[in-house]
Antibody, heavy 115, light 112 residues
Framework: QVTLKESGPGILQPSQTLSLTCSFSGFSLSTYGMCVGWIRQSSGKGLEWLANIWWNDDKYYNPSLKNRLTISKDTSNNQAFLKITNMDTADTATYYC???????WGQGVMVTVSS | DVVLTQTPPTLSATIGQSVSISCRSS???????????LHWLLQRPGQSPQLLIY???RLESGVPNRFSGSGSGTDFTLKISGVEAEDLGVYYCVQGTHAPWTFGGGTKLELK
């Protein structure tokens, strides 16, 4: 059974760095072809793909936020991570991790940026 | 970026009615490897999105067969043959053929 679960700080101040963790089970990020991605959804809005990391450590970033994003993984502990620098109120959203092109999703973690 | 345009933005249906949602891409989604990376997702209120259809027309395990997907190139359709109450929510198409991966704007299915 594939499961993913996001964790993060919940609330942070403008200009701070957001650190998110995706803990997963039921698959390995060392398996050929596997990838985990991060997606966000602002309240009442649509979905925005942020970044992917692949089994071979290839990384993909959405160009609209590329300079602010860093994705990484810990294969041994079945985790993937996302850092977003210089957070702004516009980054307030629910952040999801997903396996592949949305085959499996976590429950999401709400992140609020407020002073 | 590839733009996915979903229509209609809102769909009102009665239980048992058949409905269709269109997803039109600004570029062909046929990958050089022969696959078309176009999936359909459903996000029920208060829940995470879930996969319904992958690679245009393949039904995800556990998804009722009243859902079906079709299309090619730039035009894709999700059909629900006999809406049930549990089908209410927002439907999204998503493409993974071209980077960055992108989502359609969503179609909200409501009860009439």
């Amino acid at each position: 059974q594939v499961t993913l679960k996001e964790s993060g700080p919940g609330i942070l101040q403008p200009s701070q760095t957001l650190s998110l963790t995706c803990s997963f089970s039921g698959f390995s990020l060392s398996t050929y072809g596997m990838c985990v991605g991060w997606i966000r959804q602002s309240s009442g809005k649509g979905l925005e793909w942020l970044a992917n990391i692949w089994w071979n450590d290839d990384k993909y970033y959405n160009p609209s936020l590329k300079n602010r994003l860093t994705i990484s993984k810990d294969t041994s502990n079945n985790q993937a991570f996302l850092k977003i620098t210089n957070m702004d109120t516009a980054d307030t959203a629910t952040y999801y991790c997903a396996r592949g092109l949305g085959h499996y999703w976590g429950q999401g973690v709400m992140v609020t940026v407020s002073s | 970026d590839v733009v996915l345009t979903q229509t209609p933005p809102t769909l009102s249906a009665t239980i048992g009615q058949s409905v269709s949602i269109s997803c039109r891409s600004s570029q062909s989604l046929l990958h050089s490897n022969g696959n078309t990376y176009l999936h359909w997702l459903l996000q029920r209120p208060g829940q995470s999105p879930q996969l319904l259809i992958y690679l245009v027309s393949r039904l995800e395990s556990g998804v009722p067969n009243r859902f079906s997907g079709s299309g090619s190139g730039t035009d894709f359709t999700l059909k629900i043959s006999g809406v049930e109450a549990e089908d209410l929510g927002v439907y999204y198409c998503v493409q993974g053929t071209h980077a960055p991966w992108t989502f359609g704007g969503g179609t909200k299915l409501e009860l009439k």
